[in-house]
């Protein structure tokens, strides 16, 4: 099991046992000085102390309150594909986090693929991105993927995403827990969206409709949930659902949230035979690719399928003898569509 993994069980609670247990006081005793630096940086920004800079166009940034994944990268493709469609050159501001020295993160080449016509920016220092995108490319907007922390740039649309399966990262803040920032840091959200509410109940759901609605109005909340498209192979040929319908699959993955990718495929039909959780942002080394393809063999599976995140970085259709296909989802919203398109519309004409 990963580590990530894991830490996950410990931090839940579900790991239980004298090691888990203390493991959980030890973090619990390293919260509050997290916290403590959670809220002089927020006053920092908060007082002008730390200064934030304008990128002359307007910035909209998708973010969220906890660690791991929120499903923003289909939310940040919607958005471009948005924006575009109206004539909007925009671009998209990434951090490249966990990216290999020369070489661009899983995040951006997946955003590569899916928006070619989008400029993706990795850098650091997201500053000096946009200046790059505004002075030498021309960009009218800019999409800051992980920009709810990421105060140096003002924005002019603040979107957080809640994670229906784990909305407020079991109720502690890092290490403690997964979340970020105390929840009422949700006050600086103009937009709030749950994400993969197909996975939740609709008691959950009300709960933290209820929850958010402390902090913003609900008329400025959306609900969206993740919709399976088709499976793809990393040489972009398309297959239809149905392709492996009722056969052994294994599944395998290094994202921030792998409990939602499985939920996702059983929800839709396919039962892996096995699964396999790496940690976020995983590289695939040769002993990784070696071991998925034992675990394959051993599970008589006609096929291995992952996420297109995962895919961008095996690069290849494949592994051993066994195919290899990712799962393509896209975004659904069941309510606010129409309010988050006005929004963003409204702010690219008032400024264009």
């Given at each position: 099991?990963?580590?990530?993994?894991?830490?996950?069980?410990?931090?839940?609670?579900?790991k239980r046992g004298v090691l888990a247990g203390s493991t959980?006081?030890?973090?619990?005793?390293?919260?509050?000085?997290?916290?403590?630096?959670?809220?002089?940086?927020?006053?920092?920004?908060?007082?002008?102390?730390?200064?934030?800079?304008?990128?002359?166009?307007?910035?909209?940034?998708?973010?969220?309150m906890t660690v791991g994944g929120t499903g923003k990268t289909p939310l940040v493709i919607w958005i471009a594909r948005l924006l575009r469609e109206h004539g909007i050159r925009v671009a998209v501001l990434s951090r490249g986090y966990k990216a290999i020295e020369g070489a661009t993160n899983d995040e951006s080449l997946e955003l590569q693929r899916a928006i070619p016509d989008v400029p993706v920016l990795e850098n650091p220092?997201?500053?000096?991105?946009?200046?790059v995108a505004v002075e030498e490319l021309e960009m009218q907007a800019l999409l800051l993927d992980d920009g709810f922390q990421h105060r140096r740039i003002?924005?002019?649309?603040?979107?957080?995403?809640?994670?229906?399966?784990n909305p407020f990262g079991y109720g502690r803040l890092l290490p403690r827990g997964l979340l970020r920032e105390p929840v009422g840091s949700l006050a600086r959200a103009d937009i709030v969206v749950i994400t993969r509410s197909n996975l939740a109940s609709e008691q959950l759901l009300d709960d933290?409709?209820?929850?958010?609605?402390?902090?913003?109005?609900?008329?400025?909340?959306?609900?969206?949930?993740?919709?399976?498209?088709?499976?793809?192979?990393?040489?972009?040929?398309?297959?239809?659902?149905?392709?492996?319908?009722?056969?052994?699959?294994?599944?395998?993955?290094?994202?921030?949230?792998?409990?939602g990718f499985f939920s996702l495929l059983e929800q839709s039909?396919?039962?892996?035979?096995?699964?396999?959780?790496?940690?976020?942002h995983h590289h695939f080394a040769s002993v990784d690719i070696e071991g998925i393809a034992a675990l394959a063999r051993e599970s008589s599976a006609v096929a291995i399928v992952c996420t297109v995140k995962d895919l961008v970085k095996l690069d290849r259709n494949r592994i051993g003898q066994i195919p290899l296909y990712a799962l393509q989802t896209g975004i659904e919203f069941q309510s606010g569509e129409e309010m988050l398109r006005s929004r963003i519309l409204e702010l690219v004409t008032e400024t264009g």
């Open positions: 099991m990963p580590d990530t993994v894991r830490m996950l069980e410990v931090i839940s609670g579900k959980r006081m030890v973090l619990g005793m390293l919260t509050p000085a997290y916290r403590l630096s959670v809220w002089f940086r927020n006053l920092a920004f908060d007082q002008g102390w730390k200064r934030t800079e304008a990128a002359g166009v307007p910035v909209i940034s998708i973010g969220n220092d997201r500053v000096a991105s946009a200046r003002s924005r002019d649309l603040n979107i957080v995403l809640i994670d229906a399966t933290i409709r209820a929850r958010i609605g402390r902090w913003v109005n609900e008329k400025n909340a959306a609900v969206s949930r993740t919709v399976p498209q088709h499976w793809v192979r990393s040489d972009g040929k398309e297959f239809p659902l149905e392709e492996l319908t009722g056969k052994p699959v294994v599944a395998v993955c290094g994202i921030g949230n792998p409990a039909g396919f039962r892996p035979c096995r699964q396999k959780a790496f940690p976020d």
